[in-house]
């Protein structure tokens, strides 16, 4: 909540201070947390179907393909790190910051 209230125009943030919490929840992050949701599309569907959802290891991308997704769409890790899938062809295989 701090960090995005940061990125609000001054005369916003007292009131996300207020009010901030009401509507932006606090969840603990964890690498694809949409994959055991998402995996439930697959069955329901012949349609390729894309998981995504905080991918940044190259563990969430081989369990995603091992599932059955067609793709895997990586935002925020590829941003922090343009040459991260370069880094996972060479062997290094840790985590995206």
Same mark, same amino acid.
């Given at each position: 909540?701090?960090?995005?209230?940061?990125?609000?125009?001054?005369?916003? @943030?007292?009131?996300?201070?207020? %009010?901030? $919490?009401?509507?932006?929840?606090?969840?603990? =992050?964890?690498?694809?947390?949409?994959?055991?949701?998402?995996?439930? =599309?697959?069955?329901?569907?012949?349609?390729? %179907?894309?998981?995504?959802?905080? %991918?940044?290891? *190259?563990?969430?991308?081989?369990?995603? *393909?091992?599932?059955?997704?067609?793709?895997?769409?990586? $935002?925020?890790?590829?941003?922090?790190?343009?040459?991260? *899938?370069?880094?996972?062809?060479?062997?290094? $295989?840790?985590?995206? @910051?």
């Amino acid at each position: 909540l701090r960090e995005f209230g940061r990125t609000l125009p001054w005369f916003l @943030r007292p009131g996300f201070r207020l %009010v901030g $919490g009401k509507f932006m929840r606090d969840s603990e =992050y964890h690498d694809g947390y949409f994959l055991d949701m998402a995996s439930n =599309y697959l069955t329901e569907t012949k349609l390729p %179907v894309i998981a995504l959802g905080g %991918v940044s290891s *190259i563990e969430s991308v081989n369990d995603a *393909i091992a599932r059955g997704f067609s793709f895997v769409a990586m $935002g925020r890790a590829l941003l922090a790190e343009p040459d991260l *899938i370069d880094r996972w062809k060479r062997g290094d $295989g840790a985590r995206a @910051r």
